[in-house]
C-alpha cells in the first residue's frame, strides 16, 4: 500500500507517461508492476492501473469505453466540465459499474436508472441539498438520504445507489419505481 506522497507521485509518472505516448502506440504498458491501461477521448484520457498479470488488456478498454458510453448518454456529449462539476455523478456511475475492483453491470439502462432516481429525488426536495451518508448512520442501519452536512465525508460503500435509494425509500413508506 502506498502513502498519499507516495500514491501522488505514481498517478503523476502515470499521467505524463500516458500524455507522451503517440497514437501509433498500444493503449496499454506495463509500469512499476501495474498494468496500465488508458483511452483517449477528445480532450479526456480515462486511465485504469491494474496489478496482476490474469488481467485482460482488451476487456479494460472495453469497460472504459462502457463508461465512457454511459457518461455520455447521461451528461449527453460528456466533456471535462461535466466531469469536473459533477464528480459525485461520475462516480456514482462508476459505483454501478464495478464493486470491490469487480465489473458488475455493463447495460446502461441499468447503470443510469438509480442516478435518474438520484435526480427525481432532488427535484422533488428542491429546497433540500441531498447527499448519501454513510457515516452517521446508526451501526447496522441502512444508509440512507440526508441533507448535505450532516456528514464530513461520504464514504465508498459495498452497497449500490438502488440498495441506498430502496432504503430510503422503505424508511418513508414510499415506493421505489425504477
Known amino acids: 500500500m502506498h502513502n498519499i506522497e507516495e500514491r501522488c507521485a505514481l498517478e503523476a509518472e502515470v499521467i505524463r507517461k500516458c500524455l507522451s505516448r ?10 512499476r508492476g501495474y498494468k496500465v491501461v488508458y483511452r483517449r477521448y477528445a480532450s479526456l484520457f480515462f486511465i485504469v492501473g491494474v496489478e496482476g498479470e ?8 472495453e469497460f472504459i469505453h462502457a463508461l465512457v458510453e454511459t457518461l455520455d448518454r447521461y451528461f449527453e456529449n460528456v466533456c ?18 464495478l464493486m470491490n475492483g469487480c465489473i458488475i453491470e455493463t447495460n446502461k439502462n441499468n447503470i443510469l436508472a438509480p442516478i435518474h432516481l438520484l435526480d427525481k429525488t432532488v427535484a ?9 451518508d454513510f457515516e452517521t448512520r446508526m451501526p447496522g442501519s441502512p444508509p440512507g438520504l440526508v ?20 432504503a430510503a425509500a422503505h424508511r418513508r413508506n414510499l415506493e421505489l419505481v425504477l
Open 22 to 31: 503517440n497514437e501509433s502506440q498500444c493503449s496499454f504498458f506495463e509500469f
Open 124 to 132: 422533488l426536495y428542491p429546497r433540500a441539498s441531498w447527499a448519501l
Open 54 to 61: 490474469d488481467e485482460n488488456e482488451l476487456a479494460i478498454l
Open 80 to 97: 471535462e466540465l461535466d466531469i469536473m462539476f459533477n464528480l459525485e455523478k461520475a462516480h456514482f456511475v462508476l459505483d454501478e459499474m
Open 147 to 166: 441533507p448535505c452536512g450532516c456528514s464530513s465525508s461520504r464514504r465508498h460503500s459495498s452497497m449500490s445507489l438502488t440498495k441506498v435509494l430502496a
